[in-house]
């Protein structure tokens, strides 16, 4: 039965996870709750130098390259897990100007359009075109093949992000 | 995307229309904002409008626009239409010639009823295509995501259902709800959503009927999970006859295929269900408020106004379908005199024989490129006038090339013609 699929219930760990990032600066109509102060988390403070994984909160991952001009955006294994079986990819238009946490795009699974949002501010400078027609590949290998697009920075990314070790201890939370 | 702006709608007074859970005050209008009470972190509406723009947008709004911690219920009926997927291929899902004919649908021969004028809609959550009408209710629930999974609502919908005695009922595999068909077989925990006394295994007798499908659409705050009821629907049978595309053997599409499944009505009035289903609701969390009536006065409100543009935008319905190619012939040809390419058999055009096969992919509601390994490189320069042909404006090309007497023209009026019979366009 459905609701005891392994899916639905990582889908469940995936959708609760995700809630606990603090707000997102995301234009919304209530004042009650948007005075609430941002938890700006800065703990993670980046190098330029260091060339690794990182990821959101959002289960995804961004990963700069060698000139530090340019990072790689895609969801991780977790999410990929959670998501199941993916069936279409709405990929980013080249040279679309997108800021942090704007939803560039989006995964369908399981009945489900689920945004893809951009942890880093910059112009979309290539996608991966082979998820148009393998969608799947991002189940298959979402940290590395599967990646879904690059984006050359205008600026560093200012919401929390964390290292692998970091975000395997979030997932297992 | 084309979002004209409206013309600027009077804006009324706003009167909280409180409603008895499940009533309706007649002669009352919907409230022109929704500013007071989309703060709340409990909210139930029901909308007296039937146009399914206009709702998908008031539950699009309430998507964005609501606390991240809010849970909202909202109710909605539409005019008869048919809704598809976010990522699916309208040409594909849908038999457009009929819609595009409106009232001209044979009757059947038991005498079914026309339906008339049936609206094409793009949604903005996955899944696959459904037929929408007077009979059919559809409930939608927007949540934090933390409390969201994907049969939590279905199952609080069954819970309703078995309220007012439709003790077949249950949440499926695929997160739809059903009415088991079989023999009543045993006792099930009533409490057991997914299970009723008459569900039988896969194949072990009659399948279940469908009554409602589910569909979600997840941002980074928020969850949504909607799904259609069918309650006393009159057009049952002419359902299959619209969601049955003529063109579905000539095209290769990316993105989301649809299921289809059999249907039933439930045959509970639409009242009836909703009050129900409010009530459940209302179980699930503490300080529900009486639902609250909207109508068009929205579209007062700026981001309805503008999202009722969008979806109402051919470049949403059309435009935003995953690549796919059109072939000339089926793959497997069976029946090579089908009446869907009687153009290409009757091609005025000496070198374009009826055999020759020719593909058109399409992108962005485009013809992005012409192709056949039959034709010659010169043959196919004439067809490469077809590139960057908009499909929306196919109907204005062949009523150009129509008095046309070139050579050039008049070999690609007939494709342009059949191009045209094989992709339509309705109008909203």
């Known amino acids: ?173 | 995307m084309i979002a004209p702006s409206r013309g600027i709608v009077k804006l009324q007074q706003a009167s909280h229309k409180l409603l008895a859970s499940g009533g309706r005050r007649s002669g009352h209008r919907g409230i022109a904002s929704l500013a007071q009470t989309i703060c709340d972190p409990i909210q139930s509406y029901v909308s007296d409008s039937n146009d399914p723009y206009l709702n998908l947008s008031i539950e699009h709004y309430l998507l964005q626009k609501s606390p991240p911690d809010s849970t909202i219920l909202f109710l909605y009926t539409n005019r008869p239409c048919i809704v598809i997927g976010r990522n699916q291929n309208p040409w594909l899902e849908v038999n457009l010639g009929i819609l595009k004919a409106g009232s001209s649908t044979t009757a059947k021969e038991d005498g079914q009823p026309v339906i008339g004028n049936v609206d094409l809609v793009r949604r903005r959550s996955g899944g696959g295509t459904v037929f929408h009408d007077e009979g059919n209710v559809n409930w939608s629930v927007i949540c934090p995501p933390t409390d969201f999974t994907r049969d939590k609502h279905a199952e609080m919908v069954v819970r309703a259902l078995r309220k007012l005695g439709i003790d077949r009922a249950r949440v499926n595999e695929r997160h739809d709800i059903v009415l088991d068909q079989g023999n009543r077989n045993g006792r099930s925990d009533p409490q057991d959503t997914h299970r009723t006394p008459y569900t039988v295994d896969d194949g072990a007798g009659p399948r279940p009927l469908k009554v409602s499908g589910s569909a979600y659409k997840l941002t980074r705050n928020r969850a949504l999970h909607h799904g259609t009821c069918l309650l006393r629907s009159p057009n049952l049978q002419a359902i299959p006859q619209y969601l049955h595309s003529p063109a579905k053997p000539y095209l290769k599409a990316r993105g989301v295929e649809s299921v289809s499944s059999p249907i039933a009505n439930i045959g509970l009035s639409n009242q009836a269900f909703q009050k129900q289903v409010q009530d459940e609701f209302a179980r699930m969390h503490s300080g529900v408020p009486a639902a609250i009536a909207v109508d068009e006065s929205l579209l007062s409100t700026p981001e309805i106004s503008k999202g009722y543009d969008e979806l109402r935008a051919l470049d949403w319905t059309y435009s935003q379908t995953p690549q796919f190619t059109l072939f000339s012939h089926p793959e497997t040809d069976e029946d090579p005199h089908a009446p869907v390419h009687d153009h290409l058999d009757t091609s005025p055009v000496p070198w374009l024989h009826p055999k020759i096969p020719i593909n058109f992919k399409v992108q962005h509601g485009a013809i992005l490129d012409v192709g056949s390994s039959k034709m010659s490189n010169q043959e196919l320069e004439v067809l490469s006038t077809l590139k960057d042909q908009r499909i929306q404006e196919l109907e204005k090309l062949t009523d150009e090339l129509e008095g046309e007497e070139d050579d050039n023209s008049k070999a690609v009026r007939p494709i342009a013609n059949w191009l045209g019979a094989m992709l339509p366009i309705v109008h909203v």
């Open chain 1, 1 to 173: 039965m459905a609701s005891r699929l392994p899916i639905a219930r990582a889908a469940r760990q995936f959708a609760s996870s995700a809630a606990r990032r603090p707000s997102a600066p995301v234009e919304f109509s209530c004042r009650r709750w948007q005075a609430a102060p941002a938890l700006q988390s800065r703990l993670f403070s980046v190098s330029a130098a260091v060339r690794e994984k990182q990821y959101t909160e959002d289960h995804e991952w961004i990963e700069k390259s060698a000139d530090g001009k340019t990072y790689t955006l895609g969801i991780s294994e977790y999410a990929a897990h959670a998501l199941g079986d993916v069936v279409y990819i709405e990929l980013p238009q080249i040279d679309l100007e997108v800021s942090e946490s704007d939803a560039i795009g989006a995964v369908e699974s399981v009945k489900s359009a689920s945004d893809i949002n951009t942890p880093v501010s910059g112009t979309v400078t290539e996608v991966n075109k082979v998820l148009e027609e393998k969608p799947a590949q991002i189940n298959k290998d979402p940290e590395g093949e599967g990646w879904i697009a690059k984006i050359a920075v205008t600026e560093e990314p200012t919401g929390k992000l964390m290292t692998e070790e970091e975000y395997k201890a979030f997932t297992e939370d």
